[in-house]
């Protein structure tokens, strides 16, 4: 099925259908089957519970490229990795998905030159994606305001908990709107994942997807 009707289904333009034939993407997964409908409705926030390699970042990159609008002068959307790897890749990911959309994409992370980072950031951009301790920083300096964002995601949450961000994450959180869209994907759901959920989040849905095996 090389026409991506499947993708049509969930509600995404052509420009990014266009995008996802490029990659050669040709039925969503479980996770973004799953998740896009929900992003894109934008009525609840959602928890989804889905390990690495279920196709997650399409899942939450898509809507996001898809409700973003060009045009606006601050940072749109956060999206919080525990690491430097995940955080590069995400940024990747997004890139090949918005098309020929003029989004504007910075992955901001420890152990890249943090001038490079201030210096994307005062060009303007739309999503940032970056580790909590480095958004943190970027904030401290206010270089970094995410005062206006429709989005937040946390990906890999349980990760980012595990190695010590609680704090870091919350004190970011607290700074983004209460009517954002917010998103969390964690393999596990250890209490803390829901302590933040229902400090941060609107109404939610959790939604639990196996990994595909094959």
Do not use: C, W
Request: a negative charge; hydrophobic letters at 40%.
């Amino acid at each position: 099925m090389g026409d991506l009707e499947s993708f049509r289904k969930l509600g995404i333009t052509e420009t990014t259908i266009a995008a996802l034939q490029r990659k050669g993407f040709e039925e969503p997964s479980p996770i973004q089957a799953a998740v896009i409908p929900l992003l894109l409705a934008g009525e609840k926030d959602v928890i989804g519970q889905a390990q690495t390699g279920t196709g997650k970042t399409a899942a939450f990159g898509i809507p996001v490229i898809e409700t973003l609008k060009t045009s606006k002068k601050h940072v749109q959307a956060l999206i919080m990795t525990p690491t430097r790897e995940l955080t590069i890749q995400i940024a990747e990911e997004l890139n090949s998905l918005k098309g020929d959309r003029g989004l504007k994409i910075a992955p901001v992370y420890g152990g890249q030159s943090i001038e490079i980072q201030l210096s994307k950031l005062r060009t303007g951009v739309d999503i940032v994606v970056g580790t909590p301790g480095r958004l943190m920083d970027l904030m401290e300096r206010k270089a970094l305001d995410i005062s206006k964002v429709s989005f937040a995601i946390l990906d890999e949450a349980d990760e980012m908990l595990s190695m010590g961000f609680a704090e870091d994450i919350e004190n970011i959180l607290s700074v983004t709107p209460e009517d954002k869209k917010m998103l969390m994907f964690s393999a596990t759901m250890p209490s803390a994942i829901l302590n933040i959920a229902s400090r941060f989040m609107r109404e939610y849905e959790i939604v639990n997807v196996k990994r595909d095996t094959t």
